[in-house]
Structures are given as C-alpha cells and as structure tokens.
C-alpha cells in the first residue's frame, strides 16, 4: 500500500455502503451568513484549511476486501466549491427556494471519481449568502465533522501534526472493531466499561483488552452486556404512523428559527431535567400534534429514534471516521401534557444510562462492514424495521463563526437516514440558540416545515408552565 493510500476502517466502509435507492449517507448543512461571501474567497479559504485534512483530498477506491482512501491525482478546488443562483417559483420566498435547493442536493450523488463531499455557495441570499455543505458519512460523524468545519472558519486552527507511526497505529487499529466483533468472549467482556468515566472511558479501555477485573466487576459487566443484548435484539416493532412506510427517495428539508439556549436551561434546571430531556419533549409533542391534525390519534404511542452516542474523546474528533454507537430512545407522542410528557423522556433517558447498547450497535456496523453489502444491508434493515427515525443533537460553539470576514448568523444541518427510514431530527446548538432540522421522505411527510413550526409552541407551554411554578426553594 503506498503512502497516499490508507484502508479505510470497517465501520466507515459500512457507511460507504449504506447508500440506497431512498437515502443517501451525506450529512447535508447550510450555513447562512452575511454580509455576501465571494466564491473566490471561499475557494481560498477551503484550500487552505479543509484541505490540511488528507480525508478531504482522497477518494474512494474500491477492492475484494472493501475500500481505500487513496490521494485523488486530478483533485480540482473548482469541482468541490461552485458557486449556483437560487432559483424561485412563483410565489416561493427566498427560504422556501433555499430548502427545496438542499432538499434536490440531499437525493443528488457525490462524484465518486473524487472526493466525496461538495460546498455549493449561493452568493446572494437575504442580504447575504448560503453556503449549503455536503460530505459522505463515511469521511466522518458529526462530531468529527464539526471540528473540521470549525477549522475553516475566521481564526480556526489546523489538524494536529502526528508522527507517521502513531497514524499507522491508529489506521490499522479497527481494534474497537476486532473487540466487539467477537462475540464478547472473556476478553472483550473484561475491556468494556470498567472505568467509571461513561462510554467514551470504555473505548479507551477496549484498546488495552489485557487489563485484569475483579471476578464481582467481570460478572456484573457481563450480566449488563448480555441485558442490553437481548434488549437490541428483541427490540419491538415501532408503533405504525404515517411517519412509517416505504420511502420513493425525495428530499424535503425544513428548520426553525433557533430558541434561547438560557431559556431551555431554565426549564431544565426547574424541571429538574436535562436540556436533552426538554429538546426531545419538544421535538416528541411537536410530531404528535402534527399527527392529530392529520386525523390521527396517537394516544398511547411511541415512536423509537435511533440516537447516535458519541464514542470517543473530543480531542480526538480531528481524526476524522466514525465512531459512535446507536441507542434506541422512544417519544412518547401520545402525550398531550407537556409536563408529563418530558418527564416521561427524562425516565427513558435514564434506561438508557450505563447501556452497552450504543458500544453493541457500533460492533454491529463494524461487523456489517465485513460483509458482502447485501447482507449488510438485511443486518441493518432489522434497525430501519425497528425504528422511525433518526435523531441527533450535537453541541456547536456558543458564540457566533465569522467565515472569510462575514458572520455566520444560523447553521443547520440534516442527518442522513439509512435503510428505508424516512424522518431525520437534528438538534444544534449554536450562538446561544438551539436550532431544530427536518429532513423527511416527500411520501411520508411531505410538508416537515408543519411539524417544525410546532416545535416552539411546544417549548412555550413549558416555559409558561415554569413561570407559573413557586419561585424560591419550594
């Protein structure tokens, strides 16, 4: 293998694969800025920052065993930034357009010829411009891709330097991959989770498997990992809504505008919740209530989200690839009282407290990625069968990006859904807002802007609930 190549691990290649006829692994974001960006600037800009990243000069080649990252030789800046007008129908406004432009990109491939992600900057755009972001699932997740993207804007820092052997080390590793892969034999049992610091402790542990437990340890751990086990694997079906269903692969996108982050954690701290907790609520309340006014009644439902669980240091996101796990989280949509209803997610989010099942699903992936892709796809279709759709929320900077001298004033982003899933929920903090992203299959939700526009209603019952609450200890 020559020194521009390197393999791409087993849980990125099963990304790789994870495209179909309905959805497309690209993490699809738009950043709306002003004043007006120029496309030169841009190019300038992205040449000089996002490319210190090798992943965003490599492309994709294919072989027997899976896939390399290999050094693209004709890699054009031009073809990865171009500059389009927005294009409006009558009657349409300027975000409407915006949306039905990313909606059209989220169903449009990559080039698989080259590197695979693209920035298509629409030069005027409510007084300034949008930079609408597109990059395959496989180059990163989220939180990687945050961090890279960061490093583009107005003062942001370069990929640490790091010796060729430590790189070595880290590309060959798939050592989480090879300790999950078997079947939890008495090793890998050992190396998960015994350290106390959450999720992120348990992958550093899994790298250095020969660390010797306490028989109590051992037999406790092993008792959780074959719970959470059967917990995945006898998984129910998802209760059936309109929101479910086959897929014909047409993209429509929609966002709010963001709601006071202070606000959200007054709530929480009131409530004696999460942020987390009062953001689901939301998101859970919102959806019923779309369902009602379509007729139908969702008394006594859920809906199962498949959450990403970040799996690593966020010192180490700059590494780029994949490394999360899923945890299954239900919405109570059938409840109508805000208060009940987030208290509700909050006693979901602590089932899933101290779960192997994000670490499970990771294995799941790695191990789908040694598979022939129609295999991998029956494995992971028994995720998409379980499921309505996927959610995510991710932490960006508190105060606003400037890019090339302009100010980011609102980013959004969507989460690609996999199999036949047909709804994506994406959570962003940003600026001291949080920012709501839909991203719907037109068969299944042909109107998702109508689900968002419930999301801040939803927020305002439980902020007027929490003004009416005892102020003081009591």
Known sequence: MSETTERMSRVDTAWLRMDNDVNLMMIVGVWLVEPALELDALRERIATKLLKYPRFRQKVVH??????WVEDEDFDIERHVVATKLTRKRGQSERDALQARAGALATTPLDPEHPLWQFELIERYEGGSAVIARIHHCIGDGIALISVMLS????????????RRAAAEHDEGDWLSDAVIKPLTDVAVKAIGMYGGGVVKTMEVLSQPRQVLGSLDLARTGAQVARDLAALALMSDDSPTRLKGKPVGRKVVAWNEPLPLDQVKTIGKALNCSINDVLLACAAGAIGDYLRDLGDDPTGKEIRAMVPVNLRPLDQAWQLGNRFGLAPLTLPIGIENPIERVYAVRARMSEMKGSYQPLLAFGV??????LVKPLQDALLGLFAKKSTAVMTNVPGPAVP????????RQTIFWVPASGDLGIGISILSYGGGVQFGLITDERLCPHP??????FAPEFEKLLLVTLMLPWGDA
């Open 401 to 408: 990006l400037r890019l090339c001298g302009s100010t980011v």
């Open 63 to 68: 072989d027997a065993l899976g896939a390399n």
């Open 449 to 454: 802007q109508q689900i968002i526009d419930r």
């Open 152 to 163: 583009i804007t107005d003062g942001g820092g370069e990929p640490p330097r790091r010796k």
């Open 365 to 370: 992936l790695a191990v789908a990625g040694l």
